[in-house]
C-alpha cells in the first residue's frame, strides 16, 4: 500500500476529528469514553477535574459529574485502573498484562516478603460489605516498602496498587480523593477468554489510534498511557513534518469527505494536546503545564486551557473557579495567533459555556496577545 502524503490541516483534522472535538458531537458519555478509550484521573480543580473538563469539552452542557460516578459505581460501564479510567468492555485487553504483573523484580520480591500481609488484606476486603478506603485496612507488612518518594514507608497504599494492578481487587467508587477498595468480582463482569498478552498490546494499539486518529509507531515512554501506536493503521507523511506517521484510514476518508470544526477550551490533560510534541509538530502549539512552577515563572498561568478554534490550537485561557465567589475568573486569554473578531466571539462563548455549566459568573477578563 502506498504511503499518504497529507498535508498539516488534514493531519490535524484526522486528530481533531479522532478525538471528538469537530462539530459532530458524541451522543452520550460511554459512547464518548468508548471512543477515547480513557479519561485521566487529576485531582487538580482549579476550574473542574481533569476527567469532568474533558468530558464537557466533548458534551458540552449537558454533561453532568454525577453522569460519571453513575457509570463508574451503580452502571459498571466504566472502571478506573492505575488513574484512568475505561469501558468495561476493553477489560479483556488488560487481563494478560494483569497476570504479569508486576514486572519489576524489587516489586515481586517485596509481595514475596509480605505473603501474610497480602492474604490479610485480602481477607479484610472480602470480610466487608461495603468497600474501604486504605485506612480502614491494617498495615501487617513485616517488610515496610522502601522509596526515596512518597510512597516509603506507605506499605498499605502500595500493596493495594498491585492487587489492583494484579486484578485481585478494584477500585469500586472514590470518595472526593480517597478510593473505595473491594475485591475484583464485585466490581468486574465474570472473566471470559482473553487475548494474550501480544493480541492485547495490538488490539490496544489499535485501539489508540482510533482515539487519535494519526501517531507516531515508536514515540517517547509516557506514564500511564502510551501516544505511540506501533504498526496500527496505515503509513502517512505529513508536509513540512519529518519522519513517519500512522494515520487511522477511516478517520482519513471522513475528513476527506468534510470537515466541520468548532471552539472548544480542554484540559491540560487533553490527549488531543497531551503528547507536547505532536502538539508542536502538527499544530505548531506549544504548551507546558506550569501548576508546578513558581508564579513568577508562568508564561500562560496555574491551569492553563489550550483553546481550540476549528483544526488549529490558538491560545491557553488562564482562568480559575472562584466558587466562594461565584465566579470564573478570567486571568488572560493568550493568543497565539493573533484572533479575528470571529474567533474572539467564538472563545468568549465558549467561556460563558463553561462558566455557566460550572454554575459561576465570568468575571471581567483581562487580555493578552
Given at each position: 500500500m502506498n504511503m499518504h502524503q497529507l498535508d498539516a490541516a488534514t493531519a490535524r483534522r484526522v486528530a481533531v476529528r479522532a478525538q471528538m472535538l469537530d462539530a459532530e458531537?458524541?451522543?452520550?458519555?460511554?459512547?464518548?469514553?468508548?471512543?477515547?478509550t480513557l479519561l485521566q484521573v487529576d485531582p487538580t480543580a482549579a476550574i473542574a477535574p481533569n476527567a469532568d473538563l474533558v468530558a464537557f469539552s466533548r458534551l458540552g452542557a449537558a454533561y453532568r459529574p454525577a453522569d460519571l460516578v453513575h457509570a463508574l459505581e451503580q452502571e459498571r460501564s466504566l472502571f478506573e485502573l492505575d488513574a484512568l479510567i475505561r469501558p468495561i468492555a476493553?477489560?479483556?485487553?488488560?487481563?494478560?498484562?494483569?497476570?504479569?504483573?508486576?514486572?519489576?523484580?524489587?516489586?515481586?520480591?517485596?509481595?514475596?516478603?509480605?505473603?501474610?500481609?497480602?492474604?490479610?488484606?485480602?481477607?479484610?476486603?472480602?470480610?466487608s460489605s461495603v468497600p474501604l478506603p486504605s485506612r480502614e485496612i491494617e498495615d501487617t507488612s513485616v517488610v515496610p516498602w522502601q522509596s526515596t518518594g512518597w510512597t516509603h514507608?506507605?506499605?498499605?497504599?502500595?500493596?493495594?496498587?498491585?492487587?489492583?494492578?494484579?486484578?485481585?481487587?478494584?477500585?469500586?467508587?472514590?470518595r472526593g480523593r480517597e478510593r473505595l477498595f473491594t475485591i475484583a468480582d464485585r466490581v468486574y463482569?465474570?472473566?471470559?477468554?482473553?487475548?494474550?498478552?501480544?493480541?492485547?498490546?495490538?488490539?490496544?494499539?489499535?485501539?489508540r489510534l482510533a482515539a487519535l486518529g494519526i501517531a507516531r509507531?515508536?514515540?517517547?515512554?509516557?506514564?500511564?498511557?502510551?501516544?505511540?501506536?506501533?504498526?496500527?493503521?496505515?503509513?502517512a507523511v505529513v508536509e513540512g513534518v519529518p519522519g513517519e506517521w500512522r494515520v487511522h484510514p477511516a478517520l482519513l476518508d471522513e475528513v476527506r469527505s468534510g470537515f466541520s470544526g468548532r471552539t472548544a477550551l480542554l484540559s491540560p490533560f487533553d490527549r488531543l494536546a497531551y503528547d507536547r510534541?505532536?502538539?508542536?509538530?502538527?499544530?505548531?502549539f506549544e504548551y507546558t503545564l506550569e501548576m508546578y512552577k513558581p508564579a513568577a515563572k508562568r508564561?500562560?498561568?496555574?491551569?492553563?486551557?489550550?483553546?481550540?478554534?476549528?483544526?488549529?490550537?490558538?491560545?491557553?485561557?488562564?482562568?480559575?473557579?472562584?466558587?466562594?465567589?461565584?465566579?470564573?475568573?478570567?486571568?488572560?486569554?493568550?493568543?497565539?495567533?493573533?484572533?479575528?473578531?470571529?474567533?474572539?466571539?467564538?472563545?468568549?462563548?465558549?467561556i460563558g459555556s463553561l462558566a455557566g455549566w460550572l454554575g459561576l459568573e465570568v468575571e471581567q477578563p483581562g487580555r493578552e496577545g
Open positions: 458531537r458524541p451522543t452520550g458519555l460511554l459512547p464518548m469514553v468508548e471512543r477515547l476493553d477489560l479483556p485487553l488488560f487481563r494478560a498484562e494483569m497476570a504479569a504483573s508486576p514486572t519489576w523484580e524489587r516489586s515481586r520480591t517485596w509481595l514475596e516478603q509480605n505473603a501474610d500481609f497480602r492474604r490479610d488484606v485480602l481477607r479484610r476486603l472480602a470480610a514507608n506507605r506499605n498499605v497504599g502500595r500493596m493495594l496498587e498491585y492487587l489492583v494492578l494484579q486484578g485481585e481487587i478494584a477500585i469500586a467508587a472514590r463482569p465474570a472473566e471470559t477468554a482473553s487475548p494474550t498478552l501480544e493480541q492485547a498490546a495490538r488490539a490496544r494499539d489499535e485501539r509507531a515508536k514515540s517517547t515512554k509516557m506514564p500511564l498511557e502510551p501516544v505511540d501506536v506501533g504498526e496500527a493503521g496505515e503509513s510534541v505532536r502538539a508542536l509538530q502538527l499544530f505548531g508564561r500562560w498561568g496555574y491551569f492553563a486551557l489550550p483553546i481550540l478554534h476549528g483544526d488549529r490550537l490558538v491560545g491557553k485561557l488562564d482562568a480559575v473557579a472562584d466558587r466562594k465567589r461565584g465566579v470564573l475568573v478570567i486571568n488572560a486569554i493568550h493568543e497565539d495567533m493573533a484572533f479575528d473578531r470571529a474567533t474572539t466571539a467564538a472563545v468568549e462563548a465558549e
